[in-house]
């Protein structure tokens, strides 16, 4: 019995240093790699406009009431148009994992690059009169958030919304073939801006390099001017507007930099 007792005591002994040698043979394993913290981004994609140009214009007569328009010299026409261009990205902004899923952020960017854009000209009538339409659409500068969701710890899922402003140059000329100079002139450099929304992916390479594909629609705020002139000693009046949409895909190189040792 004394035997027995002290055979089973040892046993247990011996597995017990066997097992804290191993343990201390085995690695620690790897923390997850986390999210959360700064980044600067750069790279490139591609960008279409969609650009829905609407104008009209009258002679104006007069009658005890006011003015209305000429139904005999009234003109409107309508452009819809579709531009394409390489653009440059770059920006800047903040992510914060939460548990083992989740990733929320906000970031600005620029897109810069070949303005999106069309040009029209179109006779009014048999006199030489015509009218000529420009519409560009220039740099974008957008602040948004995103949320994420992480299928795998290095991999991220997001939606985004937020803000975008666009420098706009839309003009609009009546002229005609024998004038030293247009009979009027409308639009101007605006800045417009709108709502963004968007999808993405990113992929972390290591803790601190990052790519990005992003898919982004803009709506930009309708652009729009009218003028009272002049011409034959007649009173007139015109009207352009434009409605803008831009939709932009995106590949972007990010590196991180955690939190810099920032209270974040």
């Known amino acids: ?50 650009l829905d140009v609407e104008s009209s214009g009258c002679r104006l007569l007069y009658d005890y009431e006011g003015s209305y328009c000429d139904p005999y010299h009234s003109y409107s026409r309508e452009f819809q148009d ?77 939606g985004l919304a937020g803000w975008s402003w666009a420098n706009i140059d839309h003009h609009f000329k009546i002229d005609c073939d024998e004038c030293s100079e247009p009979i009027a002139k409308l639009g101007d450099s605006f800045n417009a801006n709108g709502v963004t929304v968007g999808l993405g992916a990113e992929y972390k390479w290591t803790d601190y390099l990052s790519l990005r594909g992003e898919y982004r629609f803009t709506n930009l705020d309708n652009v729009s001017d009218h003028r009272y002139f002049s011409f034959e000693e007649d009173d007139h009046f015109a009207r352009s507007k434009a409605n803008i949409n831009v939709q932009q895909v995106l590949l972007t190189l990010n590196w991180r930099f955690g939190n810099l040792g920032l209270p974040f």
């Not at 247990?12 to 790699?33: C, G, N, R, T, Y």
């Open 1 to 50: 019995m004394h035997r027995t007792l002290v055979g089973t005591l040892a046993a247990i002994a011996l597995a017990s240093v066997s097992s804290a040698a191993l343990a201390a043979d085995m690695a620690p394993p790897e923390p997850a790699p986390s999210w959360s913290g700064i980044y600067l981004g750069a790279g490139g994609g591609f960008q279409w406009g969609d």
């Open 82 to 158: 579709r531009d394409s261009s390489p653009v440059g990205v770059v920006q800047g902004g903040y992510d914060l994992q939460i548990g083992q899923y989740f990733v929320t952020g906000s970031y600005v960017s620029w897109t810069f690059g070949d303005s999106l854009g069309s040009d029209h000209k179109r006779y009014f009538d048999d006199d030489g009169v015509y009218g000529k339409w420009s519409s560009q659409v220039q740099d974008m500068l957008t602040v948004a958030g995103r949320q994420g969701f992480l299928p795998m710890p290095n991999l991220m899922i997001y």
